[in-house]
């Protein structure tokens, strides 16, 4: 439980079940500090229901009010981007030059400063307390203490004012940073820099440059990097390689090997307090894992279409083999898992500290944004239950539209964001590229225009970038930087299977298992033919199509069975095999013998340790495919038809799903 201190203050919650507790215990001066010294614009709702919103904490003129950033602007209502990580280094200098000082500075200030690395990052998990006056009784109902929500609709909508606190933060610490240069040209070009920043993403779907990996080398390779501070030039730690806590308190990070880490850690050497980051494995494993995320966010795009299955990655059977299975929640626990593979982004109660957290999750936000924009407005948060509640939602309450994204105020007068006013990334102060509607005087051409992007990074657009990555012997010694090229588009001619009206068949594995299976996070590995019997080489493998991760918290939850659930795409490893001649087509008398014969799964700890597929009587694999006309132009999208549950491909297999379970 996140410890109360200071003033509490019970109030009782409208139409929820569980009570709330304030506390102040943070200066006037910390929040003006970090106030920008012009005045905020924003057009931002003034919801009905702000009483309740009020009544989540109490009610005092000390909270933080999140806004984002305002500067930018321009006079047709154009925004500031959040650029690409890499784009943003090789394209805006300046930007990046004032990002990295911004962000070694930020990583500076005193661990018990509100607004400190430390306290953000710790209000997604640990070390569980209260974060800007906001604390709960919640009756001890939560299998969870942090603030984040996961196996939640409000997945999506909860982390985007958490990105916004970030950038506000960030961008405050980067203008005064723009404002310590000396008067003349670098001053006006560091200033005019800061007023146009705004946080970078990763794309870990889209295929990277020529010579580069699907982990940036600005994160995972140079510990120090040369910035031009107001000073001159100097060499300082790389921010984005790490984090490094200024004093580790073991009662803040109970847990074992968390608690002798000085310093964020990715794909650990080992698990004694000297242990170090595997940057180079990391990066061999994401470029492994890319096509299947890339094939996993077009599919999520392009095919669902309602709110509640897209969000998050609770699995309720409806009967159809249509059933959806991926979602935008299980797509982000795969790049936890294989980044942190052990470290800090793996388990929810630390992943925030790691300094990719925020890169990775303006990426799920962007994502988000995508789909807003080429779906109904209407298909937005409803009422369900959360599963595993918070530390401030209790669990088996009803999350809804409505309900505050706590910590996270609006002003400073107690008032709480809410899924209903954070629907427009606008409101905030930023888009992203695909996303720049002001140059649009219709929104249908607007949406053909993001359908095209979409289409072009993600889908079979995608420009083939090298070979093929299956039956491809990787060079795993090679330095990070000149990592074979994984294949980028999809592997051979689609236009060879597609029949004379357009039409062909994706193939899809579905994953479904109970969340806490095994007592903490873990990985779910889908093969299509021979693979190494060592577990350890089974994330690198050739024949590796994709692999899942079930993202928990690292101490096992008593009582829980929710039932958690994401998808391999197979299309694009049928169609390696038909370039090889191991199959002649994708039609179903020929993939579907193929796919019983050679569709393998594996599970493994995130030490790499094989748990027996008998020791998961939860776990289902099932294999469906679905006929799909291509579109007919570059700015529409594929439209999929009903779902054929192969259930010969998995009877039978441990593990596998028979025709006699539910779907």
């Not at 929810?348 to 994502?367: C, K, N, S, T, W």
């Not at 779906?375 to 959360?386: L, M, Q």
């Amino acid at each position: 439980m996140r410890p109360d201190v200071g003033l509490k203050v019970f109030l009782p919650l409208l139409f929820t079940s569980f009570t709330i507790s304030a506390t102040i215990s943070r200066p006037n001066d910390l929040r003006q500090a970090s106030t920008p010294d012009f005045e905020l614009d924003l057009d931002i709702p003034d919801h009905p229901s702000k009483e309740r919103r009020q009544a989540f904490a109490f009610a005092s003129s000390n909270t933080y009010g999140i806004h984002g950033v305002a500067t930018g602007r321009g006079p047709n209502g154009s925004l500031p981007f959040r650029h690409e990580v890499l784009d943003l280094q090789l394209n805006n200098p300046d930007q990046w030059n004032l990002y990295m000082l911004a962000l070694d500075r930020l990583q500076s200030v005193d661990q018990g400063e509100l607004l400190s690395w430390y306290q953000i990052a710790g209000i997604h998990g640990r070390p569980f307390v209260s974060w800007d006056g906001v604390t709960s009784a919640a009756n001890g109902s939560s299998s969870f203490q942090g603030y984040c929500t996961h196996n939640s609709v409000l997945f999506p909508t909860w982390h985007r004012p958490y990105l916004a606190l970030f950038e506000q933060v960030l961008w405050n610490t980067m203008l005064n940073i723009s404002k310590e240069y000396p008067p003349g040209p670098d001053y006006d070009r560091y200033v005019a820099a800061a007023a146009d920043f705004r946080i970078p993403y990763w794309d870990w779907a889209k295929a990277p440059p020529a010579d580069w990996g699907t982990l940036p080398w600005s994160v995972g390779g140079p510990m120090t990097v040369d910035v031009v501070t107001p000073t001159g030039n100097k060499t300082i730690r790389n921010p984005l390689f790490s984090y490094e806590f200024h004093k580790l308190n073991s009662i803040d990070f109970p847990d074992n090997p968390f608690n002798h880490w000085n310093s964020t850690i990715r794909y650990p050497t080992s698990k004694d307090p000297n242990a170090s980051s595997q940057n180079l494995p990391v990066g061999s494993d994401l470029d492994n894992s890319r096509l299947a995320l890339r094939d996993r966010v077009y599919n999520l795009l392009v095919n669902n279409h309602n709110y509640r299955n897209f969000s998050n990655k609770s699995w309720f059977p409806n009967g159809s083999p249509g059933n959806p299975y991926d979602s935008l929640e299980s797509i982000h626990d795969a790049v936890h898992g294989i980044v942190g593979h052990g470290g800090h982004m793996t388990f929810l109660e630390y992943a925030g500290f790691d300094p990719i957290f925020m890169l990775h999750h303006a990426m799920v936000d962007r994502i988000f944004a995508l789909w807003q924009a080429v779906n109904d407005p209407g298909e937005y948060v409803e009422p369900a239950t959360a599963t595993d509640g918070s530390y401030t939602i209790s669990k088996g309450s009803t999350e809804d539209i409505n309900t505050p994204l706590t910590p996270f105020h609006s002003d400073d007068t107690g008032d709480f964001w809410i899924s209903d006013s954070v629907r427009n990334i606008k409101t905030f102060g930023y888009s992203y590229q695909e996303l720049a509607d002001w140059n649009f005087t219709s929104t249908n051409d607007f949406q053909a225009s993001v359908r095209g992007f979409i289409n072009t990074l993600y889908g079979n657009a995608s420009p083939p970038k090298g070979p093929t990555k299956r039956n491809f012997k990787r060079e795993t010694d090679s330095a990070l930087q000149s990592r074979e090229k994984a294949a980028d588009a999809k592997a051979g001619d689609l236009s060879k299977v597609v029949s004379s009206d357009g039409k062909y068949n994706e193939y899809l594995a579905n994953i479904r298992v109970s969340k806490d299976a095994v007592g903490g996070s873990f990985f779910v590995h889908i093969f299509l033919g021979d693979f190494n019997p060592d577990p350890a080489t089974w994330i690198t493998e050739p024949n590796l199509v994709g692999t899942h991760y079930v993202f928990t918290s690292i101490k096992p939850v008593e009582g829980m069975n929710i039932t958690v659930s994401g998808v391999i795409p197979l299309t694009t490893a049928l169609l390696d095999d038909i370039q090889a001649g191991c199959i002649k087509s994708l039609d179903t008398a020929e993939v579907e013998p193929y796919l019983k014969q050679n569709l393998h799964w594996r599970v493994t700890r995130v030490d790499n340790t094989e748990i027996p597929l008998e020791h998961l009587p939860d776990l289902k694999i099932s294999a469906v495919s679905s006929e799909v006309k291509k579109p007919d132009c570059e700015t529409d999208f594929p439209q999929w038809g009903n779902f054929t549950l192969h259930a010969d491909v998995t009877t039978g297999k441990v593990g596998g799903q028979c025709g006699c379970d539910p779907i």
